[in-house]
């Protein structure tokens, strides 16, 4: 097997996609720049298949690296057969591999080698032929005798006896075979189990619902799993994972006992022994191991997918801002924003209690609108979030304005970030926090960019996965969404740009030093200039950066500046100019119709009908009941609307207006049965929801979707 047919056998594509795909990325490319740029190479894969090239030639590499170090320790142990060679080499399996390479596996001092260090191999030998033989017996040839290399004797039979079952229960527990039908065992057949640590009643009460828990390994899903497997780490809960004992031992004796005699007898408690004392404990840790990757897998594709919507969530645009991060007896930190993000001003009000100030509050507040020439207002919906918004919609202003409640989780962590104190030397973590409040508004993924996906609170478990596969998962995701959306190259911050492809941090911070010096870009071949941006890179990014008032108009599109000689090869095919083609809907139509449009040009004449479009939707304003703001104030049956906060595995939690988060189990997200609640509702939607459960001891809230 080669890489090619190895990647083949787990993404099914063809050997000329995944070759292209592997010389592509060998190159340098970065998965969307192939995606969106290399489409005749690849024939049209798009990020997710090409990230599972990408992923599958890393598991490829990983298992050839395992391979050349077994070989290279097992030739030193000059135990290496051209059998166990061939083996090894036409072995693609992980595990297989590893079973294969365990019984010369360097190891601590075990039972097994203090009995062959005593001479016992021998019997071992003869009790484990299993010809009929009496053990006793066999046994009575080892007593007294120095037969090992060192000077200790065996001076009773029981030691013989238990010295040769020792080293059989190493030889079945080293058998790749016995490993691998014990294996798929596990895999089908083992049952998980948690229960209550003793005196952890009241630490434990979160997980209550698994203090005497059971259900088959390959059914739990990995919210649960992942629950319990929380729960035991932090010493709450007892965790297991293991088949039926009869059904397991059953199969041992029918893969290594040969007879009936009492030899056999001997080998068979040896089994016992084995998957006792050996085999269980590491099987049962590679089957919990193996379902925390999956579920791991799972939770870390919640989490992405999850992420990718909340970076696209719709901008409201280049609105002057006044932002407001809401508190009680701290009072609301206010911000008044430019339309390019840039802070115009900043003080504190306190509409709330203790102090009360409302109708001065509402005096500045109005003041700052009309001194700003304020378009939007952006309230934080964290405490006292409802009650700001409520405040401000009492007063009158001279014009309409937009008042949208923003989410803010991640902001405390931003406000506290180096980046915070790079962009806002001068302000405290008060001010930065509400500029990041008006930001997201703004531009949410511009904003979001600079924080750690971790805190941006739309994960499942994200703190128990495995953290290097999502930190990798998440980083895909963060590009992915902003070269998909594309940068305005004159305006982003060092933190977005450094995300476009083909870029990084320096080059980044080249980019705003260049055009802080120089003043604003007026073409893309302008890059060229940058400090550490060469040809290479440039290919790379150009097609994901964009100059508005450009002196090429293509400058400010997702055409790649490789293809303008296309473009004007295609205006010339309906009689037309560039620039009369663009946006020429009636003469691009015809242009499908008269031409047969590779990959390339159809991405180009897709993108020359909308050039320059952002592709995210247009902020919307949320509007919560007016009546509800506290989890007190719900009623059974009452309809309420909500905006989806996170969606989980087991369903979809939902702002409804008030601290707590409602949750909308999976089984009341539609009438049809759901399987993945992603499949059926998304992060930012705006819906109805029916009330039809509420435990206020637990603050919960169990909702039922409507609409």
């Given at each position: 097997?080669?890489?090619?047919?190895?990647?083949?056998?787990?993404?099914?594509?063809?050997?000329?996609?995944?070759?292209?795909?592997?010389?592509?990325?060998?190159?340098?490319?970065?998965?969307?720049?192939?995606?969106?740029?290399?489409?005749?190479?690849?024939?049209?894969?798009?990020?997710?298949?090409?990230?599972?090239?990408?992923?599958?030639?890393?598991?490829?590499?990983?298992?050839q690296a395992r391979k050349e170090f077994i070989l290279k320790s097992m030739t030193e142990q000059n135990v290496l057969t051209s059998e166990l060679k061939q083996k090894i080499e036409t072995c693609f399996v992980i595990q297989t591999l590893e079973d294969i390479y365990l019984p010369y596996k360097p190891k601590r001092k075990t039972k097994g080698e203090v009995a062959k260090q005593l001479g016992l191999e021998p019997l071992?030998?003869?009790?484990?032929?299993?010809?009929?033989?009496?053990?006793?017996?066999?046994?009575?040839?080892f007593i007294n005798q120095n037969l090992s290399t060192h000077r200790r004797e065996v001076t009773e039979l029981e030691v013989a006896l238990q010295g040769a079952k020792d080293i059989i229960a190493e030889w079945i527990n080293e058998n790749a075979f016995v490993r691998a039908r014990l294996r798929e065992l596990f895999e089908k057949n083992a049952i998980l189990t948690s229960t209550l640590v003793k005196g952890k009643d009241e630490e434990a009460k979160v997980y209550k619902d698994y203090f005497n828990y059971e259900e088959k390994l390959s059914k739990s899903p990995s919210h649960r799993f992942l629950a319990i497997h929380r729960a035991s780490k932090e010493g709450f809960l007892r965790m297991k994972a293991q088949p039926d004992k009869d059904m397991a031992l059953n199969l041992i004796n029918r893969l290594v006992v040969k007879g009936n005699g009492l030899?056999?007898?001997?080998?068979?408690?040896?089994?016992?022994?084995?998957?006792?004392?050996?085999?269980?404990?590491?099987?049962?840790?590679?089957?919990?191991?193996?379902?925390?990757?999956?579920?791991?897998?799972?939770?870390?594709?919640?989490?992405?997918?999850?992420?990718?919507?909340?970076?696209?969530?719709?901008?409201?645009?280049?609105?002057?801002?006044?932002?407001?991060?809401?508190?009680?007896?701290?009072?609301c930190k206010v911000v008044c924003l430019d339309e390019y993000g840039d802070l115009?001003?900043?003080?504190?009000?306190?509409?709330?209690?203790?102090?009360?100030?409302?109708?001065?509050?509402?005096?500045?507040?109005?003041?700052?609108?009309?001194?700003?020439?304020?378009?939007?207002?952006?309230?934080?919906?964290?405490?006292?979030?409802?009650?700001?918004?409520?405040?401000?919609?009492?007063?009158?202003?001279?014009?309409?304005?937009?008042?949208?409640?923003?989410?803010?989780?991640?902001?405390s962590i931003y406000s506290a970030s180096p980046i915070a104190r790079k962009e806002f030397p001068d302000y405290d973590i008060t001010v930065r926090g509400a500029v990041s409040i008006g930001r997201r508004l703004m531009d949410p993924l511009s904003e979001l960019v600079k924080i750690e996906p971790k805190s941006l609170g739309?994960?499942?478990?994200?703190?128990?996965?495995?953290?290097k596969k999502l930190k990798e998962s998440l980083d895909d995701v963060v590009v992915s969404a902003v070269n998909s959306v594309g940068v305005d190259l004159n305006t982003a911050s060092p933190y977005l740009l450094a995300y476009v492809s083909g870029l990084g941090p320096n080059v980044a911070e080249n980019i705003v030093a260049y055009r802080s010096e120089n003043g604003k870009f007026s073409s893309r071949a302008e890059l060229k200039k940058i400090p550490r941006l060469g040809d290479k890179a440039f290919e790379q990014c150009a097609g994901f950066l964009r100059i508005k008032d450009a002196k090429n108009i293509l400058d400010n599109t997702a055409v790649h500046p490789e293809s303008y000689p296309l473009v004007k090869e295609l205006a010339?095919?309906?009689?037309?100019?560039?620039?009369?083609?663009?946006?020429?809907?009636?003469?691009?139509?015809?242009?499908?119709?008269?031409?047969?449009?590779?990959?390339?040009?159809?991405?180009?004449?897709?993108?020359?009908?909308?050039?320059?479009?952002?592709?995210?939707?247009?902020?919307?304003?949320?509007?919560?009941?007016?009546?509800i703001r506290t989890i007190a104030d719900l009623i059974l049956g009452m309809k309420l609307p909500g905006i989806v906060t996170n969606v989980t595995n087991f369903g979809a939690f939902v702002n409804i207006g008030i601290k707590e988060n409602g949750l909308i189990h999976k089984s009341q997200l539609a009438d049809a049965y759901v399987e993945i609640p992603s499949d059926f509702i998304n992060l930012h939607e705006h819906v109805v929801v029916e009330v039809i459960n509420i435990d206020m001891d637990n603050k919960r809230i169990g909702l039922k979707r409507i609409s």
């Open positions: 097997m080669n890489i090619l047919s190895f990647i083949k056998q787990t993404t099914l594509l063809q050997d000329n996609q995944i070759k292209a795909t592997l010389g592509l990325l060998e190159e340098g490319a970065t998965i969307p720049f192939i995606a969106r740029y290399r489409k005749e190479r690849t024939n049209g894969l798009d990020e997710v298949e090409i990230a599972k090239i990408r992923d599958e030639a890393k598991s490829w590499n990983d298992i071992a030998r003869m009790i484990m032929a299993q010809k009929g033989g009496f053990p006793e017996l066999m046994a009575e040839k030899d056999s007898d001997f080998v068979s408690e040896a089994g016992q022994e084995s998957y006792t004392r050996l085999l269980l404990p590491s099987l049962e840790n590679e089957a919990i191991a193996q379902a925390k990757e999956v579920a791991d897998l799972e939770a870390i594709s919640v989490f992405s997918k999850n992420l990718k919507q909340l970076l696209l969530a719709p901008p409201a645009g280049g609105l002057r801002t006044l932002a407001l991060d809401p508190g009680f007896r701290t009072g115009k001003h900043n003080e504190t009000i306190y509409p709330h209690p203790p102090q009360n100030e409302t109708a001065k509050a509402a005096s500045k507040i109005a003041q700052l609108v009309e001194i700003h020439k304020i378009e939007a207002i952006a309230i934080g919906d964290g405490t006292a979030g409802r009650e700001t918004e409520a405040f401000i919609k009492k007063i009158r202003f001279n014009h309409d304005l937009k008042v949208f409640i923003v989410r803010e989780d991640g902001a739309v994960g499942q478990y994200q703190h128990d996965v495995d953290q010339k095919k309906v009689n037309s100019t560039v620039d009369d083609l663009i946006g020429n809907t009636v003469l691009l139509e015809q242009l499908e119709k008269q031409v047969q449009l590779n990959f390339t040009e159809k991405d180009i004449v897709k993108e020359l009908k909308k050039p320059g479009r952002d592709n995210r939707r247009t902020a919307k304003v949320m509007e919560f009941d007016k009546n």
